[in-house]
């Protein structure tokens, strides 16, 4: 994220209005009307010909956003670009307001350009929520080959939200620009997000612009990209918002006529002042401690160890309350009306945990952070409105452990992955501070396949061993079913040609040991028996279908949330009167500074064959530019486990 300020002092409201800013209404040409394609993008079902916005302040002293976009329609499934909602915020009593809408389609019909316009009648208003209802309407006559056309003006009250701009969306745009008016005693944190450089970046003041006999100035900023690629969710991405190219504003501090200052963004100093005094934040902690005291002393009595006394205190937490699958940074019930009805949200349980620790004498400390789908939170000054969940962090012996008591599945000490979005806001108790969100345990699977081959065809048994991260998510999957008996075949469906005869699991309600997995398995030759070659793939289970990284470039990091580890051990058994034809090249394989590694080595002597299989990705986060080490080093192992063993008759 870049981040600009621009600081204007003197009065009080932007009184100006757009002057027939952008490009002009109706002006579709034939040579847009024909295009074909996108050349730049030929998967492209739709294109932005041109996108204007514009934002300031009327007489009223209103927040009034314009918007303009013609739009290229490219292929079928991008007739639905020619259906608009535009969501109108409400709020006690007031409400945001369109003034006026234009909408037309644009086509040849007969060698001649027709224009059909938006009639009033077509447009309508939904109540979308107790929040916020919605203008819906779509264009008339939209049709593949359809230059469509829009334009509306939008009316707000809510001053405080200045209107952020997205120069991204999910079809590409030859040009994309947005001017701002911004009052001069209005003071905003601009933040750019994204990947893409400004072609237009322009800032001025302008005099007389606003104010009482416009004696007073503003500021006028542009922004504009051109050619701007579509955007594109890949695999192993955190929030949108993160990465979508954009423009966004944070009020910081309003001046005022009387020489008033009203500091919107807060220091951290005072952030951290209103969460201790926050009823639904620290004071829950702090009557949270008698809430849970009872219960606290029977769970550590007689015990000296400390880890020993903080486990037995975090698995009380997780057992005694439900979560109600929501997120929070504050205490949506207060603690102790979620502990006497053992439900509650994030905050609920989380502040719980904490309360219960700190009575136990622990140095336990609540980290505010923004959960992976929520998106990054800024760093260079706080938005307690950016943070979504809070866990718990304490120190034992020389050692920090992150704790979230809302999941049954995670041991003590591994946070769930949607916490482990960049930093987290430590409250401490003197001050606040920022802390890495780093993951405690890989995601870590380790299979042993031991099979015999014969005459008569192949059987065997697979050991799974699931730590880390792949604990969790097994042990989540299992408890989904109502019986080991369904957990089965949802495995055979997943092993193809593979027939599952009995299944056995380990350590399935003791989180703090790895999950073993026992399979006893048949492996369906077909008629492969029959002749004097068998034909065999080694990679029965775990293997990787499809590369995940497809793209040519990336311009987002790739984030695995945790490292990975995958180990896969064969061993088989055949006839003696079979030999293996060829035995396939080793593959070795590491990336630069330890980021990752393949390994892949096949043994064998004596009707005995061993093959070890190994990836492991080092670190959860890589950059843009080592995106092509992850894709080359896929590319290998999808290649790699493509691996046909052949045995032969011997003669």
Known sequence: MRQLTFVFFYLNFLVCFGQGNGFPYGQATYRELEIKQYDADSSAVALVLDEFGEAYVNHEYNLVFEYHARIKILKQEGLSYGTFEIPLRKSEGRMEKIISIKGSSFNIENGSMRETKLEPKNIFTSNLSRFFDAKRFAIPNVKLGSVIEVQYVLESPFLYNFRSWEFQSEIPKLKSEYWCLIPANYIYNISLKGFLSLTTNESKRVTECFGPGNAADCARLKYGIKNIPAFREEDYMTARSNFLSSVNFELSQINYFDGRKDRITKEWKDADEELRLNTEFGLQIKRG??????????????????????????????????????????????????????????????????????????????????????????????????????????????????????????????????????????????????????????????????????????????????????????????????????????????????????????????????????????????????????????????????????????????????????????NLVYPSEYELDEIPPKVALAMPNNGGRYTFEIQNASNKLSMNNSLLIGKPVFSSHEYHYLKELFNNVIATQQTQLVFKKKK
């Open 289 to 570: 401690k008698d809430v849970l005291d009872k219960e606290v002393e029977k769970l550590i009595a007689g015990e000296h160890e400390e880890l020993i006394k903080a486990k037995r205190i975090y698995d009380f937490i997780k057992g005694w309350y439900r979560w109600n699958n929501v997120y929070g940074k504050y205490s949506e019930l207060g603690i102790k009306k979620a502990f006497e009805s053992k439900t509650g949200n994030v905050g609920d349980i989380n502040l719980s945990l904490i309360a219960a620790l700190k009575y136990a004498g622990f140095a336990v400390e609540p980290v505010l952070l923004s959960t992976r789908e929520n998106g990054l939170v800024t760093e260079l000054y706080p938005v307690l409105s950016d943070f979504n969940y809070v866990i718990a962090k304490v120190d034992i012996a020389g050692k920090t452990y992150l704790l979230d008591a809302t999941d049954d599945f995670h041991p003590f000490g591994l946070v769930p992955e949607r916490c482990l979005n960049g930093k987290g806001r430590v409250l401490g108790d003197k001050e606040s501070y920022w802390y890495d969100l780093k993951p405690a345990e890989r995601e870590r699977t380790i299979a042993i396949v031991n099979l015999a081959l014969s005459n008569t065809g192949m059987k065997g048994s697979i050991q799974y061993s699931y730590t880390g991260y792949a604990g969790v998510n097994e042990r989540r999957k299992i408890a989904q079913f109502s019986d080991q008996n369904e957990y089965i075949k949802a495995i055979k469906n997943r092993l193809e040609g593979l027939t599952v005869t009995d299944c056995k699991l380990e350590n399935f309600d003791n989180d703090g040991k790895p999950l073993v997995v026992n399979l006893e398995i048949d492996v369906d030759m077909g008629d492969l028996l029959n002749g004097n070659t068998v034909v065999f793939n080694p990679f029965i289970i775990e293997q990787w279908k499809r590369n995940p990284f497809r793209s040519t470039e990336r311009l987002y990091p790739v984030d695995f949330g945790a490292p990975l580890e995958e180990i896969l051990i064969l």
